[in-house]
């Protein structure tokens, strides 16, 4: 009941909100139905824009830069890794007791042998020293005073004996409180580089306490270990080439200094030690080093540009040119050197590979080759028309031309003339020919060929082509009356 009420209380509203939804399904049916046009319109043309794509891709014509494959030498090498080690490192460390009076150095600067770096507190090392130095000037006189009464034999000789040993170890206690005091000064050991200190000015310190370090790293050291197996091919005096990972674009080269006099028995291997000149300091001690050691060459290497080279991950292909076309070729390098990469495997001496422009290149594209016109004239020059080939690949003789069938047919037309009792007919200029009366001639019988003739002529009809029909019927043209037609004429 209640919503029976509901219905018949609100049925105007109802009815609007029905009408008002038929009519919007009503206008939605009328934009679709005259938009469709417009739709299909636009389907099409993305459809032929993506089949134009598709098609014209290997259509386009793509401008590279090429080069050859050539054979060469490349350097013999072992590949290893290693660590950089400083010439000379040293961690200074406190001799004694005391608090820092001063530090004259910059942390992470550069310091001379010999240069103070460190002082402590010495106003007790001083007054040591002064206290040494009184007591050795009290035992000196003794000394003397000991040595004169002796020599005037007044003193006895256990009196010198005393005087002198307490001389001496007077000395000793000023040389000891001197070498205390020299103590509270540190020096620098040799030229290098000084590190950071943990510690300030005022700080007290106990004895034998890291403080900081120098390091000396002109020239850098390299540690490295080759396999037991290379053991007869490395010796001292050879290259080294040495990649950083923080300087990518940068090869390190050095020498060999020692190798070491026994092969550790764990890892069956040797450990090297090069030098590598590090004069602008870009090389630290500590770190990891990616090391070619060159042992020699090897002859007859498929060579080509680093920059033919482009990869997908762990895959490595080039772009090579075949009549005019591009194509993608899967290669295995080896080595690298001086903008060169050795192929092991995947291309031939001889063959085109795209150096520049590999982006805009896909199988089937052709291109053209910018930096070697030479080679591109070669494969793209086509044949001249009415060109004589020098050599007939099937082995057949050249078709004679239509003037020198015309010649041979008028050396063996000459006997029958001879023959017969006519007038003489001049065939130098076919152009002209002279009739002579068909009256007073008798009428001509077929004159028979002679032998010699019949066999020219076999010999001519072996050696027309297939196309001869068509001169034969423009050879009697230079004649205008046949045998038949005028009796008393003869070509």
């Known amino acids: 009941m209640f919503l029976k009420n509901y219905f018949k209380e609100n049925r105007n509203t109802w009815l609007m909100v029905v009408l008002g939804v038929v009519v ?13 046009p417009v739709v299909r319109s636009v389907c099409t043309y993305v459809l032929e824009s993506d089949e134009d794509k598709g ?33 000379a490192s040293v961690t200074i ?44 000037m009290l035992r000196k006189a003794d000394f003397e005073r000991s040595l004169k009464l002796h020599d005037q034999k007044i003193g006895s000789a256990k009196d010198l004996d005393k005087a002198r040993a307490e001389l001496g170890i007077a000395d000793g206690r000023l040389d000891s409180a001197r070498s205390k005091l020299d103590k509270t000064v540190i020096h620098a050991p040799f030229s290098g580089t000084i590190g950071l200190i943990d510690v300030s000015v005022g700080a007290y310190v106990q004895a034998a306490q890291d403080l900081v370090t120098i390091v000396d790293s002109t020239p850098i050291k390299v540690e ?29 080269r050095g020498i060999v200094d020692a190798v070491d006099a026994q092969v550790q028995s764990e890892s069956h291997s ?21 090391i070619s050691l060159i042992i020699g060459e090897k002859g007859e290497t498929i060579l080509i540009d680093e920059s033919a080279v482009d990869r997908e991950g762990e895959i490595e292909f080039v772009w090579i040119i075949e009549k005019g076309k591009a194509g993608r070729r899967r290669i295995l390098t080896g080595t690298r050197e001086d903008g060169k990469i050795e192929i092991v495997a995947g291309l031939k001496p001889e063959q085109i590979v795209v150096t520049a422009g590999q982006l805009k290149l896909g199988d089937g594209v052709r291109v053209k080759i910018t930096n070697m016109p030479e080679i591109e004239a070669k494969e793209d020059s086509p044949k001249k028309e009415g060109e004589e080939p020098v050599a007939n690949p099937e082995g057949k003789a050249p078709e004679p031309k239509a003037e020198e069938i015309k010649v041979e047919e008028q050396k063996v037309e000459e006997p029958k003339a001879a023959e017969k009792p006519a007038p003489e007919i001049k065939t130098e200029t076919p152009a002209v020919v002279v009739e002579p009366n068909p009256a007073a001639l008798p009428e001509p019988k077929a004159p028979e060929k002679p032998a010699e003739a019949e066999k020219k002529e076999e010999v001519s009809n072996a050696a027309k082509p297939e196309a001869s029909p068509v001169v034969q019927a423009e050879a009697p043209s230079t004649h205008e009356p046949k045998a038949e037609e005028k009796p008393g004429t003869q070509n």
Do not use: Y
């Open 270 to 290: 040797i450990s090297i030690k090069a030098a590598i000149s590090n004069e602008d300091g870009l090389l630290r001690p500590g770190l990891f080093a990616n």
């Open 93 to 136: 460390r406190s001799e004694m007791n005391g608090r820092i009076k001063e530090l004259s150095f910059t942390e992470g600067g550069s310091v001379k042998e010999g240069q103070s770096i460190i002082k402590f507190e010495d106003s007790d090392a001083q007054a040591e020293v002064k206290t040494a130095e009184a007591e050795l």
């Open 55 to 87: 098609g014209n891709r290997q259509g386009r014509l793509v401008s590279v830069e090429a080069t050859t494959v050539k054979m060469g030498t490349m350097s013999k090498r072992i590949a290893t890794v290693g660590k950089l080690r400083a010439n």
């Open 224 to 252: 490295f270990k080759v396999p037991e197996k290379n053991i007869h091919d490395i010796g001292v005096g050879q290259t080294v080439e040495v990649r950083i990972d923080a300087f990518k674009d940068q090869i390190f």
């Open 24 to 36: 919007g399904l009503l206008a939605m049916w009328l934009a679709l139905k005259a938009l469709r």
